[in-house]
């Protein structure tokens, strides 16, 4: 038997008769249904079958019909019905169910449902891939760990950032972070100020209009780049003066800033005072204390008696430093004297959270890990590495502390540019090929290049008879300084040589000794043009920062976040009407050397 296209031509035929009657029968059946579908005719047959069964589904096909359409005319009524009863209940009716307002798309719910909100920012000031893949392998090596351990930086990478400044491919620190504070690019040296030369509002400063409490935490001077761009405007970063004046609440906006913790005491002394490098006579510190309500700290046991953040009188102002905190390499062995990063971290975080506990708005908090970038203009790797160590240890703590708080909060991470040119590798032209690096150089040092600098200048300065006695000098530096703090026991005559002969000059030169040794190269003793990391808590309001990113979306970010947008372009608006700018420089960059070259002094002469 062959089957027809309906049938399987294997169908097994020893089945019964009536098993190939059902199957012919359903052949003509749906023979029938194409004829009806195609309006084409079938052939007839001897049996009247074919008919009947016809009848019979023409009569299903209408019973369907009519069930269908009274069931469409039922779903209507029940419908209408329902409408009817909706809209006769009142709105106001508290017993009737209300739709809730749902969070916009690409949020989430507040862990406290009424939208309050923390964000905790933080800057690597200076530091590059390069320099978490220097960390990453010195840690693994110090500690003996597997080579798959990784940073808690690493694990939150987030995507990258472009850091072009509006004057040149490579920025500097003022415009980097006027790009993070105002969400604009401007000319480099510019303090939250645009190209124009007119003052942008920050995103702290919105922040605190709106009923946010504010805070700045950094290990350089306060009145550094970073912390000024927040809290203050000015044309160049080095008006360090008047940036201090601001920060306090002595501009055009008021206060802005409840809590300050950091470096930089020399700003605020009258120059009358020892320790001061202000140009004038203004206690700033003193203002600070009696017209704007500061409570004033100032070395170890004042930071103490804040308990971590459980005994803090808001605002607060802590200079822990003349100038810069030392290098963490030095500080852990002066932590009598000096808080750490992560410390401030801690007590600021704590600090603001309470005095936020029983309001209707968070926290916004800035945190710089600013001596990243100081190791990388000095080239010292064994420095640079203990400030990336400490930074990933702030890092960890802020992430404990926003999982553990009852506040939604964020934090997001980033740098405003990479230092030194940093390679994990060193050879010279000519040289065969030697691809490796050698963390265990940077672990034996136990002090910063800096700090070797400053022993130097107090032993020349105690001893001026050496200055003479350059082979007595030279074994003194061997044995005191590359022996007994760089760990290098195999230092070359000419090395020692040039440092004994230009001691100046032992910064820089002591840095080198360890890089070569630790086979790290440095393109540069200044900034650099690639891109950066970026980092977060993890939030689906970040999603906007994953990829490649400009400077100036995360800006935007942090002012979208807080829900400020408004408040800063209100800001920009009064600080253009109210500040009394003077003229504008006509050279910019005459000014930059001449104002570093004045802060440069002054940081070597305290």
Same mark, same amino acid.
């Given at each position: 038997m062959?089957?027809?296209?309906?049938?399987?031509?294997?169908?097994?035929?020893?089945?019964? *008769?009536? +098993?190939?009657?059902?199957?012919?029968? !359903? &052949?003509?059946?749906?023979?029938e249904?194409? /004829? =009806?579908?195609? %309006?084409?005719?079938?052939?007839?047959?001897?049996?009247?079958?074919?008919?009947?069964?016809w009848?019979?589904?023409?009569?299903?096909?209408?019973?369907?019909?009519?069930?269908?359409?009274?069931?469409?005319?039922?779903?209507?009524?029940?419908?209408?019905?329902?409408?009817?009863?909706?809209?006769?209940?009142?709105?106001?009716?508290?017993?009737?169910?209300?739709?809730?307002?749902?969070?916009?798309?690409?949020?989430?719910?507040?862990?406290?449902?009424? *939208?309050? +909100?923390?964000?905790?920012?933080?800057? !690597? &000031?200076?530091?590059?891939?390069?320099?978490? /893949? =220097?960390?990453? %392998?010195?840690?693994?090596?110090?500690?003996?760990?597997?080579?798959?351990?990784?940073?808690?930086?690493?694990?939150?990478?987030w995507?990258t950032?472009?850091?072009?400044?509006?004057?040149?491919?490579?920025?500097?620190?003022?415009?980097?972070?006027?790009?993070?504070?105002?969400?604009r690019?401007?000319?480099?040296?510019?303090?939250?100020?645009?190209?124009?030369?007119?003052?942008?509002?920050?995103?702290?400063?919105?922040?605190?209009?709106?009923?946010?409490?504010?805070?700045?935490?950094?290990?350089?001077?306060?009145?550094?780049?970073?912390?000024?761009?927040? /809290?203050?405007?000015?044309?160049?970063?080095?008006?360090?003066?008047?940036?201090?004046?601001?920060?306090?609440?002595?501009?055009?906006?008021?206060?802005?800033?409840?809590l300050?913790?950091?470096?930089?005491?020399?700003?605020?002394?009258?120059?009358?005072?020892?320790g001061?490098?202000?140009?004038?006579?203004?206690?700033?510190?003193?203002?600070?204390?009696?017209?704007?309500?500061?409570?004033?700290?100032?070395?170890?046991?004042?930071?103490?008696?804040?308990?971590l953040?459980?005994?803090?009188?808001?605002?607060?102002?802590?200079?822990?430093?003349?100038?810069?905190?030392?290098?963490?390499?030095?500080?852990?062995?002066?932590?009598?004297?000096?808080?750490?990063?992560?410390?401030?971290?801690?007590?600021?975080?704590?600090?603001?959270?309470?005095?936020?506990?029983?309001?209707?708005?968070?926290?916004?908090?800035?945190?710089?890990?600013?001596?990243?970038?100081?190791?990388?203009?000095?080239?010292?790797?064994?420095?640079?590495?203990?400030?990336?160590?400490?930074?990933?240890?702030?890092?960890?703590?802020?992430?404990?502390?926003?999982?553990?708080?009852?506040?939604?909060?964020?934090?997001?991470?980033?740098?405003?540019?990479?230092?030194?040119?940093?390679?994990?590798?060193?050879?010279?032209?000519?040289?065969?090929?030697?691809?490796?690096?050698?963390?265990?150089?940077?672990?034996?040092?136990?002090?910063?290049?800096e700090?070797?600098?400053?022993?130097?200048?107090?032993?020349?300065?105690?001893?001026?008879?050496?200055?003479?006695?350059?082979?007595?000098?030279?074994?003194?530096?061997?044995?005191?300084?590359v022996?007994?703090?760089?760990?290098?026991?195999?230092?070359?005559?000419?090395e020692?040589?040039?440092?004994?002969?230009?001691?100046?000059?032992?910064?820089?030169?002591?840095?080198?000794?360890?890089?070569?040794?630790?086979?790290?190269?440095?393109?540069?003793?200044g900034?650099?043009?690639?891109?950066?990391?970026?980092?977060?808590?993890?939030?689906?309001?970040?999603?906007?920062?994953?990829?490649?990113?400009e400077?100036?979306?995360?800006?935007?970010?942090?002012?979208?976040?807080?829900?400020?947008?408004?408040?800063?372009?209100?800001?920009?608006?009064?600080?253009?009407?109210?500040?009394?700018?003077?003229?504008?420089?006509?050279?910019?960059e005459?000014?930059?050397?001449?104002?570093?070259?004045?802060?440069?002094?002054?940081?070597?002469?305290?």
């Amino acid at each position: 038997m062959l089957g027809s296209e309906r049938t399987p031509l294997l169908a097994d035929e020893s089945r019964s *008769g009536r +098993r190939r009657r059902d199957s012919a029968a !359903s &052949d003509r059946l749906a023979e029938e249904e194409d /004829a =009806l579908l195609t %309006s084409t005719t079938t052939p007839s047959t001897p049996s009247t079958s074919g008919s009947t069964i016809w009848r019979s589904r023409r009569v299903r096909e209408i019973l369907l019909f009519t069930w269908a359409l009274l069931a469409t005319a039922a779903v209507i009524v029940l419908a209408v019905v329902i409408q009817h009863r909706n809209s006769s209940s009142s709105p106001s009716d508290p017993t009737t169910p209300q739709p809730q307002p749902q969070p916009p798309s690409g949020t989430s719910i507040p862990k406290n449902g009424n *939208g309050k +909100r923390n964000l905790v920012f933080m800057v !690597s &000031d200076g530091m590059g891939p390069a320099s978490l /893949a =220097l960390t990453r %392998s010195f840690r693994q090596l110090v500690d003996d760990l597997p080579i798959d351990d990784t940073l808690t930086l690493d694990k939150h990478f987030w995507g990258t950032s472009r850091t072009r400044s509006d004057s040149s491919l490579v920025t500097d620190s003022a415009a980097g972070a006027t790009a993070f504070s105002c969400g604009r690019k401007s000319y480099n040296g510019a303090i939250a100020m645009t190209p124009d030369f007119q003052p942008c509002g920050t995103v702290l400063e919105a922040a605190k209009r709106a009923g946010y409490m504010t805070g700045l935490v950094v290990t350089t001077d306060i009145t550094d780049a970073t912390p000024a761009c927040f /809290a203050s405007h000015v044309y160049y970063r080095a008006q360090e003066d008047e940036i201090a004046l601001q920060e306090i609440g002595e501009g055009v906006l008021g206060r802005t800033v409840d809590l300050i913790l950091g470096g930089g005491r020399c700003h605020f002394l009258p120059n009358t005072t020892r320790g001061s490098c202000r140009t004038d006579s203004v206690d700033v510190a003193g203002l600070a204390r009696e017209k704007h309500g500061w409570t004033y700290v100032d070395d170890r046991s004042g930071f103490d008696s804040l308990r971590l953040g459980r005994n803090v009188s808001l605002p607060v102002l802590g200079l822990f430093a003349g100038t810069d905190i030392p290098f963490e390499l030095d500080r852990k062995n002066m932590a009598d004297v000096y808080p750490s990063l992560s410390e401030m971290a801690a007590t600021a975080l704590t600090a603001l959270e309470e005095a936020t506990r029983d309001s209707d708005q968070g926290f916004f908090l800035m945190i710089e890990g600013s001596r990243i970038d100081h190791a990388g203009h000095f080239n010292d790797p064994a420095a640079q590495v203990r400030e990336v160590l400490e930074y990933d240890k702030t890092f960890k703590h802020v992430l404990e502390f926003l999982e553990e708080s009852e506040t939604d909060g964020v934090l997001v991470a980033t740098s405003d540019h990479e230092t030194g040119g940093l390679a994990l590798a060193w050879q010279t032209p000519g040289e065969l090929p030697k691809y490796l690096w050698h963390p265990s150089t940077l672990a034996r040092a136990n002090a910063s290049a800096e700090h070797l600098y400053f022993l130097l200048r107090e032993h020349l300065d105690s001893n001026l008879d050496l200055v003479k006695d350059v082979q007595g000098l030279k074994e003194w530096i061997n044995s005191k300084l590359v022996v007994g703090h760089l760990g290098i026991t195999d230092a070359l005559d000419s090395e020692l040589d040039t440092i004994a002969s230009n001691p100046d000059a032992a910064l820089q030169l002591f840095s080198h000794m360890i890089s070569r040794r630790a086979r790290v190269g440095w393109s540069t003793a200044g900034h650099s043009g690639v891109d950066v990391n970026i980092y977060s808590s993890g939030h689906p309001d970040t999603d906007k920062l994953r990829g490649n990113v400009e400077n100036t979306d995360v800006g935007e970010f942090l002012r979208e976040y807080l829900g400020v947008q408004d408040g800063v372009q209100e800001v920009t608006t009064e600080l253009r009407e109210k500040m009394k700018l003077p003229q504008p420089p006509t050279n910019l960059e005459d000014l930059q050397m001449e104002q570093l070259a004045r802060r440069l002094i002054t940081r070597t002469d305290m």
